[in-house]
């Protein structure tokens, strides 16, 4: 199976941009979602698809992709956006479908 | 309102067996493939396992296979993980999660539950 790969963490001034990113094989045949996860609770998905935000998602938080690198942006990034995001996609490089998840990059806003 | 909620954690011994379950509600559940999830203590996410809508389809992370196995009850709107052969890698964190496929390319987990801890100890 693939492996998806995150920097392990990033931090980022109140009110700036900043970038999170995903690099996996996997990449190239599907979309990366996003979920993100503080401490205690469970997982929340936050972008999906090209670049789609469920209800309730701020509009600071979106998606791209290009090749085997899926990003997750977010603009203008505020207190309660600190947290561990993780990308997740399907794989079917080996042989059954699975699904993999990258090892998560923990966000601090200073 | 759409919700999961897990139950039937706990400690066990290794080598013993657990069996945990996933409620659903607000949803309709036999239309949705749904996952296991799990994370061991201080670590990150790591799919289990998942099962189609009809449940004819299952699928397992290799750490998992062969000791843990998949099911769901439809009538019940209940989703399951026999878990045998249990070791203390397998303390964690079990999350069950609605699925969703759109076009074959677009692959997400829009539901979660809250959780529910076993923990693998003598």
């Known amino acids: 199976s693939s492996e998806l790969t995150q920097d392990p963490a990033v931090s980022v001034a109140l009110g700036q941009t900043v970038r999170i990113t995903c690099q996996g094989d996997?990449?190239?045949?599907?979309?990366a979602s996003w979920y993100q996860q503080k401490p205690g609770q469970a997982p929340v998905l936050v972008i999906y698809g090209k670049n789609n935000r469920p209800s309730g998602i701020p509009d600071r938080f979106s998606g791209s992709s290009s090749g085997n690198t899926a990003s997750l942006t977010i603009t203008g990034a505020q207190a309660e956006d600190e947290a561990d995001y993780y990308c997740?996609?399907?794989?079917?490089?080996?042989?059954?479908?699975?699904?993999?998840f990258g090892g998560g990059t923990k966000l601090t806003v200073l | 309102e759409v919700q999961l909620v897990e139950s039937g954690g706990g400690l066990v011994q290794p080598g013993g067996s657990l069996r945990l379950s996933c409620a659903a509600s607000g949803f309709t559940f036999s239309s949705y493939a749904m996952s296991w999830v799990r994370q061991a203590p201080g670590k990150g996410l790591e799919w289990v396992s998942a099962i189609s809508g009809s449940g004819g389809s299952t699928y397992y992370a290799d750490s998992v296979k062969g000791r843990f196995t998949i099911s769901r009850d439809n009538s019940k709107n209940t989703l399951y993980l026999q878990m045998n052969s249990l070791r203390a890698e397998d303390t964690a964190v079990y999350y069950c999660?609605?699925?969703?496929?759109?076009?074959?390319?677009?692959?997400?987990?829009?539901?979660w539950g809250k959780g529910t801890t076993v923990t693998v100890s003598s």
């Open positions: 996997s990449l190239r045949s599907y979309y």
């Open positions: 999660a609605k699925e969703s496929v759109v076009r074959g390319v677009i692959y997400y987990m829009d539901v």
């Open positions: 997740n996609s399907r794989d079917s490089s080996g042989n059954h479908p699975e699904v993999v």
